[in-house]
């Protein structure tokens, strides 16, 4: 079964896209959500501060594999893509890991210590995901 994430009036829903053709599914299931993030992240800025780190994240699922870089060294870029320089850190985890990772059914903590996300690079920088979640917490997203 594939879904794709959406966020409407304060709450997650799962619509379920099994039906669909498989082009473009995986990014519509990953694009969505962190979208959402950008906007609350870009709302907080004193997340930003703290965290000071380039982030690439590698997605991996059903249709391949997709880059997204969260760059919170200079202001907050969240996009589609590999970073133009070198990430300070490197994350590698499945669309459906992520997916709950951003719903805050699970914590990147958790999913690095059941070996279900990599991390290349810094951990210290990793560890700062943790004000991340908290954001999403404090926002209900």
């Known amino acids: 079964r594939l879904s794709r994430l959406s966020f409407e009036s304060e709450r997650w829903y799962d619509e379920d896209l099994s039906d669909q053709p498989a082009t473009g599914?995986?990014?519509?299931v990953e694009k969505e959500p962190l979208e959402q993030l950008k906007a609350k992240v870009t709302a907080n800025p004193d997340v930003v501060k703290k965290i000071k780190a380039?982030?690439?994240?590698?997605i991996t699922g059903a249709n391949g594999k997709t880059s997204w870089t969260m760059d919170f060294k200079n202001g907050v870029s969240i996009g589609e893509g590999a970073p133009s320089g070198k990430p300070d850190c490197v994350i590698v985890i499945t669309d459906e890991n992520l997916a709950k990772m951003l719903k805050g059914e699970v914590t990147s903590q958790a999913l690095f210590?059941?070996?279900?996300m990599k991390i290349k690079g810094g951990l210290q920088h990793a560890l700062k995901l943790g004000e991340i979640q908290k954001l999403l917490a404090r926002s209900k997203l």
Do not use: I
């Open 25 to 28: 599914r995986q990014k519509d």
């Open 113 to 116: 210590m059941q070996g279900k």
């Open 54 to 58: 380039v982030f690439e994240w590698q």
